[in-house]
């Protein structure tokens, strides 16, 4: 009976603190004056309301509160330290525009600074920040919807990330915009994350990770970077439905993994990069359903990447679709039990219509081998005369070709769920998007691309 009452005396406590919770105002209409007042004022559970103006201040959140902009107040920090640092868990900051952190890299100034858990950061933007949102030892957040813009005049190497996570887990990173940072997204010792619905443009890597397993990346976009998304030292790391798209810089590429192991590689669009996919020691994983169209050369294989498994991919229209270095492990499988690849310039047959290719198809053009010999050669890679070079060598083969081969190739283009509509289109992704956005790709882009490279 004892025992009853004293949680029955917790729950009428917990109650009452419910019921006390207060709205506090910010602004000409409201009670305070300065968004730090209301919070020193406030109890943990109360909400503080700021209605639109300019703030001048920066903000320790060190309770439990919700703070809720009026009309996209603006914070303007002293342009030293975090603008907003978030001590209190299970917080939430929302409808703010968020301005003048320092700009220490080394002290990891910030629009604004996780350091505890359970919080939501949505609907903000962030402008004039070194990094945007750095989550430092803080989980089970959300990051939601927020717009974030580093500072364009420094260079890339002066700027910190747009969304940066240390040793932060459990988070969930979705539908945010991030340009101009020296990264999109930094993630480093940050396991089972999930990161979805993202855009990031205009920077240097739009993903850039390293000793985190076990994160999902899904429907994000990666467009206009020096490169997409460099992803190293983990395993179980999952990609779906991404796009990558027109990232092209000094040693770019759309995706890069580097000593990584049991990843699933799956429905995403890779188009018009340097180079699409780079492998170097990526063992034991699956790359399945993937467009990689329109790049310079589609793949990238190092000798110590092994077991990996390509299937039911499309490669189209890429100028070299395969680069080797080193001698590729026999593991390597592109014609598994579920089926080949498609490839835009198979000039095989199926005569007996199951959509698999009655001849074997060599992975293999000119550039496989001038490149390997000739690296100067990159810039030539695109241009017109390349391109005559690539048809006249298959008419009349003259190199020793890569040993790599398709034993089970498609007829077809496999169709994915994956698309992008641009907000610019310039060059040979331009019309292959729009194609693409207005449908699932099939056999109608198939025959147009075939027809162009005839």
């Given amino acids: 009976m004892i025992f009853r009452s004293r949680e029955l005396l917790i729950f009428l406590l917990l109650a009452v603190g419910t019921v006390q919770a207060e709205v506090l105002t910010v602004g000409p209409g409201g009670a305070y004056q300065t968004i730090s007042s209301a919070i020193a004022a406030a109890a943990d559970g109360d909400t503080i309301r700021v209605e639109s103006g300019s703030y001048n201040e920066e903000l320790t959140v060190d309770k439990r509160l919700r703070l809720e902009g009026i009309n996209m107040p603006i914070i303007i920090g002293t342009r030293k330290g975090s603008t907003v640092t978030m001590i209190a868990p299970g917080s939430v900051i929302s409808g703010f525009r968020i301005e003048g952190c320092g700009g220490d890299l080394q002290k990891e100034d910030a629009g604004i600074l996780l350091r505890s858990d359970g919080n939501i950061v949505e609907n903000n933007e962030l402008e004039d920040v070194l990094f945007g949102i750095y989550l430092y030892h803080s989980s089970n957040n959300t990051i939601r919807g927020n717009r974030v813009v580093g500072r364009k005049h420094l260079e890339s190497g002066g700027r910190g990330a747009g969304l940066h996570l240390w040793n932060s887990s459990g988070n969930t990173l979705e539908e945010n915009i991030i340009s101009h940072t020296r990264d999109g997204m930094y993630i480093q010792s940050s396991p089972d994350n999930t990161i979805r619905g993202n855009r990031v ?4 890597y739009g993903l850039h990770f390293m000793n985190s397993d076990d994160n999902r990346f899904e429907d994000n976009v990666f467009h206009d970077n020096i490169a997409g998304a460099a992803i190293m030292y983990s395993q179980r790391i999952e990609l779906r439905r ?32 340097a180079v699409g996919l780079f492998l170097e020691a990526t063992n034991d994983s699956v790359f399945r359903r993937n467009t990689v169209a329109e790049n310079d050369v589609a793949m990238q294989i190092f000798s110590s990447s092994k077991r990996t498994v390509f299937t039911m991919n499309n490669f189209i229209n890429n100028l070299s679709p395969l680069q080797i270095v080193g001698n590729i492990s026999s593991s390597t499988k592109w014609d598994p039990d579920e089926g080949g690849n498609y490839w835009s310039d198979y000039d095989g047959y199926d005569m007996d219509g199951d959509g698999i290719g009655d001849v074997r198809h060599r992975i293999h053009n000119i550039f496989e081998y001038l490149e390997g010999n000739h690296p100067r050669l990159r810039i030539y890679l695109n241009s017109p005369a390349a391109r005559s070079i690539v048809v006249t060598e298959k008419s009349f083969p003259i190199l020793k070709g890569s040993n790599e081969f398709d034993n089970r190739p498609l007829m077809r283009p496999v169709k994915i769920a994956t698309t992008f509509l641009p907000e610019r289109s310039s060059g040979r992704a331009g019309w292959f998007l729009l194609a693409f956005s207005s449908m699932m790709l099939g056999v109608a882009v198939a025959v147009f691309y075939r027809g162009l490279v005839r």
Avoid: K, P, Y
């Fill in 201 to 204: 443009s205009q920077l240097r």
């Fill in 242 to 273: 991404n796009t990558f798209v027109r990232n092209r810089g000094f040693s770019s590429f759309g995706i890069l993994f580097q000593d990584c192991r049991n990843c699933v590689t799956e429905e995403n669009l890779i188009l018009d990069n």
